[in-house]
C-alpha cells in the first residue's frame, strides 16, 4: 500500500447564490480577480466562476440565479466546513476593520493566534471568513510550515501551551543555523559588548 502524495490545494468549490453575489464578495470585497467563467459541467443549469485568492491557485463557485442569498451562518455539523483562512499582508491587516465597517460587516475584531494574526466575518451567505496575518517570515529557503514544526517541537520541548512569537523566533534561528554554513566553530550567541 501507498500514499497518494498531495503537492498543495487545488481549488475549493463553494456552493455560491447568483453570480454577481459571487463577483461582488470574492472581487469587489476580498480582491481576488475573476479569471474564467463557464457553465458547471456536471450540471450546466449552474454557473462556474473562478476566483485567484492571491497565489494563483483557485476558489470556484457555483452559481444559479434563482438560489436566494441566505446570510445565517453555513453549517458547522461534522465533516462540514467551519471556515475559510486567506492570507493577507500586515498592512492589507491592518486596514480590515475599517474596510469591513465601511461596507456594514460584523467581524470578530483583530485576534491574537500567537504565531499569527486573524479576524473574522461572513460572507453574504453564512460562510466565515478568517484573513490571517504570519507574524513571521520564513528564512530563506524554507516555508511558512517549516517555521511552524519547528516551533511546535520547541513549544512542547518547553511545556507551553501554544505556540507563541519567542518559538517562532528560537525556531528561525534554528533553521537558519542548520541550513546555512557559517566558517565560525561556534555559533552560539554572543555578547560583544561585555568586552
Not at 450540471?43 to 452559481?63: A, K, N, S, V
Not at 492589507?92 to 473574522?120: C, N, T, W
Amino acid at each position: 500500500m501507498r500514499k497518494i502524495q498531495t503537492q498543495g490545494v487545488h481549488h475549493i468549490t463553494l456552493m455560491g447564490a447568483d453570480r454577481q453575489t459571487s463577483i461582488d464578495f470574492w472581487e469587489g470585497v476580498l480582491g481576488m480577480p475573476f479569471i474564467f467563467d463557464q457553465p458547471n459541467l456536471d450540471d450546466p443549469e449552474q454557473g462556474h466562476l473562478y476566483f485567484d485568492p492571491g497565489d494563483g491557485r483557485l476558489i470556484t463557485i457555483f452559481t444559479k440565479e434563482d438560489r436566494a442569498v441566505d446570510p445565517r451562518r453555513t453549517p458547522t455539523d461534522t465533516g462540514c466546513v467551519h471556515h475559510i483562512a486567506f492570507n493577507v499582508s500586515r498592512a492589507s491587516f491592518s486596514q480590515v476593520v475599517e474596510r469591513l465597517e465601511a461596507r456594514g460587516i460584523g467581524h470578530s475584531g483583530p485576534k491574537d493566534r500567537g504565531f499569527m494574526d486573524s479576524i473574522y466575518f461572513k460572507d453574504p451567505l453564512g460562510l466565515l471568513i478568517e484573513l490571517a496575518c504570519y507574524r513571521f517570515e520564513p528564512p530563506e529557503g524554507h516555508r511558512h510550515a517549516d517555521v511552524m514544526i519547528e516551533a511546535h517541537r520547541i513549544r512542547v520541548a518547553r511545556g507551553d501551551d501554544h505556540i507563541q512569537e519567542v518559538h517562532l523566533a528560537d525556531a528561525i534561528e534554528l533553521l537558519v543555523e542548520r541550513s546555512q554554513q557559517s566558517l565560525s566553530d561556534d555559533r552560539s550567541a554572543k555578547n560583544p559588548y561585555s568586552r
